[in-house]
Each structure stands twice: as structure tokens, then as C-alpha cells.
């Protein structure tokens, strides 16, 4: 079993930036792939951005550029640094691992 908790979701103007994190516990490896999703009002959950068990990063095309993944592997916890935020990020963001998913945080980018 593993736990996901996010967190760092938040109100910001277009153009600003928001930093997700998302704790880990439970039967987790310190490098087992892990990803951030989000869902927006077309109750789609899309990939955002992941990193491999390798340490590799990658990330949708909508964010790329924008948006850094990171991880700290002493600490369990995964991150998603949101940059020059718009409208159209607004969404509940989702970690997932392993096929678990956390309770999701909300993302709101006022115009």
C-alpha cells in the first residue's frame, strides 16, 4: 500500500507560480516512477508530467516549459513547480505511483 498526499494548491493571478508537493509513505521505493495528472472541468484526468525510475523528466506539451517535476528522495516527496500559470491550468492535480493516487489539490489561475 502506498500513500499519496498533495499539497501547495492554491488561488494565484495568471502569471504567477505555485509550488505542488506530494508525500509519499508506505511500501514506496526511492525511485519508482511517479507523476503529477490533473482534472479539469471536463472531468478528464491528463498526464501533466512524470519522472523515471532513471530520474528522467517529461512532461505534455501544454506545460512543457513551464512547469519543472522534481523529487526528494530522502524525504518521500514529489513536487511540481508551477511557472507563469494560466487560466487554463486550473484543475485538481493528482500524484500518482504504482497505480495510487492521492486525494488531488486544487489549482485555481484567475484571468
Known amino acids: 500500500q502506498v500513500q499519496l498526499v498533495e499539497s501547495g494548491g492554491g488561488l494565484v493571478q495568471a502569471g504567477g507560480s505555485l509550488r505542488l508537493s506530494c508525500a509519499a509513505s508506505g511500501t514506496i521505493k526511492v525511485d519508482d516512477a511517479m507523476g503529477w495528472y490533473r482534472q479539469g472541468q471536463d472531468e478528464q484526468r491528463w498526464w501533466v508530467a512524470s519522472v523515471s525510475t532513471g530520474g528522467k523528466t517529461f512532461y505534455a506539451t501544454s506545460v512543457k516549459g513551464r512547469f519543472i517535476i522534481s523529487r526528494d528522495n530522502a524525504n518521500n516527496t514529489l513536487y511540481l513547480q508551477m511557472n507563469n500559470l494560466k487560466p487554463e491550468d486550473t484543475a485538481m492535480y493528482y500524484c500518482?505511483?504504482?497505480?495510487?493516487w492521492g486525494q488531488g489539490t486544487q489549482v485555481t489561475v484567475s484571468s
Open positions: 500518482s505511483t504504482q497505480g495510487f
